[in-house]
């Protein structure tokens, strides 16, 4: 089955603990891309990822860090947490770069921060 | 930068009736317009999607038309359901192939 999977789908840590929520695709696509949802801001994307080794900046890429060695890998990594990052978080995948291809969203990491 | 606005926030409509969403964007070069459906809990799921080369495309209840030129695009749900309710998100790729989400639509069906 097609899918994007995303482990944990909850976690509440402690400010300034490292934690790293993972992002794993099995549909050989090349873009994959991070977001957060809070309410009344809709999905704002932190960092993307063209393919392997190529990442860039969203909107909101403050205090997060991404890697991309393998195609279907994408970890998103939050080095020292704090109670603002505190968010669902949704990682994505399509087929081509952008927008150009539907979008596929794991099921979500709801975050507490405390 | 660049920015997408949606509008109505929030949409309450009685069952039957239609519902339409719109938004507007600022980027030219932008050439894909998806919108996205999230059920409360669930993750956002594509359910049409519109290029730059076609005004009007339509799914059974659904429908999404373009105006490149006034730089908007619009959601148009007819003969509505409860399953329907859901927050609705407009889309679209940027010209640095960075993509930006409409804030969202709540709508709200009413049997």
């Known amino acids: 089955e097609a899918q994007v999977t995303q482990n944990p789908r909850y976690l509440i840590t402690v400010t300034g603990k490292k934690l790293t929520v993972t992002c794993s695709q099995n549909?050989?696509?090349?873009?994959m891309s991070w977001y957060r949802q809070d309410p009344g801001l809709g999905l704002r994307q932190i960092y993307y990822?063209?393919?392997?080794?190529?990442?860039d900046k969203g909107d909101v890429p403050e205090g997060y860090k991404v890697s991309r060695k393998e195609k279907r890998n994408f970890p998103l990594i939050l080095e020292s947490p704090s109670p603002n990052q505190t968010s669902l978080y949704f990682c994505?995948?399509?087929?081509?770069?952008?927008?150009?291809?539907?979008?596929?969203f794991g099921q979500g990491t709801r975050l507490t921060v405390v | 930068g660049e920015n997408v606005e949606q509008h109505p926030s929030t949409l309450s409509v009685q069952e039957g009736d239609s519902a339409v969403i719109k938004c507007t964007y600022s980027?030219?070069?932008?050439?894909?317009f998806p919108w996205y459906k999230q059920e409360l809990g669930k993750r956002p799921q594509l359910i049409i999607d519109?290029?730059?080369?076609?005004g009007e495309k339509k799914d059974q209840r659904i429908a999404v038309t373009l105006n490149k030129t006034a730089k908007h695009f619009s959601l148009h749900i007819t003969e509505t359901q409860p399953e329907d309710s859901a927050v609705y998100f407009c889309?679209?790729?940027?010209?640095?192939?960075?993509?930006?989400f409409g804030p969202g639509t709540s709508l709200s069906v009413i049997p």
């Open positions: 889309a679209l790729g940027t010209s640095y192939d960075k993509v930006i």
């Open positions: 994505a995948s399509s087929l081509s770069g952008g927008m150009n291809t539907e979008a596929f």
């Open positions: 990822s063209m393919n392997v080794e190529v990442t």
């Open positions: 980027d030219s070069a932008s050439n894909y």
């Open positions: 519109i290029r730059s080369n076609v």
């Open positions: 549909m050989n696509h090349e873009y």
